[in-house]
T-cell receptor, first 112, second 117 residues
Framework: AQTVTQSQPEMSVQEAETVTLSCTYD???????LFWYKQPPSRQMILVIR??????QNATENRFSVNFQKAAKSFSLKISDSQLGDTAMYFC?????????FGAGTRLTVKP | ETGVTQTPRHLVMGMTNKKSLKCEQHLGHNAMYWYKQSAKKPLELMFV???????ENNSVPSRFSPECPNSSHLFLHLHTLQPEDSALYLC????????????????FGSGTQLSVL
């Protein structure tokens, strides 16, 4: 079974600075998808970014980018120019041929 | 407004009660999901419906009973729950357009926070 590990339960960053959230996963599949979801205090989870494993280029969405290392099975999220509204739980997720697995989450606090 | 609405937002019930959670999506999606979110644990997939047919039942106890009358509505019927069932229950939907439901972007509701006393 695929597992997703987020080793940082909590992190904090100063407003306008950059922070990187870590995620590793385990799979024997070669073609899969990876996601980062954000869950603010409103509880509604929102997709931040998605990466397809067969694409070598790292996905980017405005201030959010990933560092996808397929051989190392690593999928970290970098948030640049952090804003107060980025305060939330961030979940890494793996999607294979027949399942989607989430990590336990990282609570990110952006400090003014 | 994300297009996925869950009611009620909060629910407190006794172990002998029967209640239902409701999820409605206005996105024209064909796949709908129930997830359980417990503190400090990964989201647990409970049920998946694709074109109203249940395609996944992730070893969920029978005290949880899903119902999907059409592609826009999903219910989770609760009966004789245990205190350990207290959690945030999230509904999600996705287009269900052939990539495989699990490879698509999920659209989540805001969840029902359930407390079982």
């Amino acid at each position: 079974a695929q597992t997703v590990t987020q080793s940082q339960p909590e992190m904090s960053v100063q407003e306008a600075e950059t922070v990187t959230l870590s995620c590793t996963y385990d799979t024997s599949e070669s073609n899969y998808y990876l996601f980062w979801y954000k869950q603010p205090p409103s509880r509604q989870m929102i997709l931040v970014i998605r990466q397809e494993a067969y694409k070598q280029q790292n996905a980017t969405e405005n201030r959010f980018s990933v560092n996808f290392q397929k051989a190392a099975k690593s999928f970290s999220l970098k948030i640049s120019d952090s804003q107060l509204g980025d305060t939330a739980m961030y979940f890494c997720a793996f999607s294979g041929s027949d399942d989607m697995r989430f990590g336990a989450g990282t609570r990110l606090t952006v400090k003014p | 407004e994300t297009g996925v609405t869950q009611t009620p937002r909060h629910l407190v019930m006794g172990m002998t009660n029967k209640k239902s959670l409701k999820c409605e999506q206005h996105l024209g999606h064909n796949a709908m999901y129930w997830y359980k979110q417990s503190a400090k644990k990964p989201l647990e997939l409970m049920f998946v419906y694709n074109f109203k047919e249940q395609t996944e039942n992730n070893s969920v106890p029978s005290r949880f009973s899903p119902e999907c009358p059409n592609s826009s509505h999903l219910f989770l019927h609760l009966h004789t729950l245990q205190p350990e069932d207290s959690a945030l229950y999230l509904c999600a939907s996705s287009p269900g357009e052939g990539q495989g439901a699990f490879r698509e972007k999920l659209f989540f509701g805001s969840g029902t926070q359930l407390s079982v006393l």
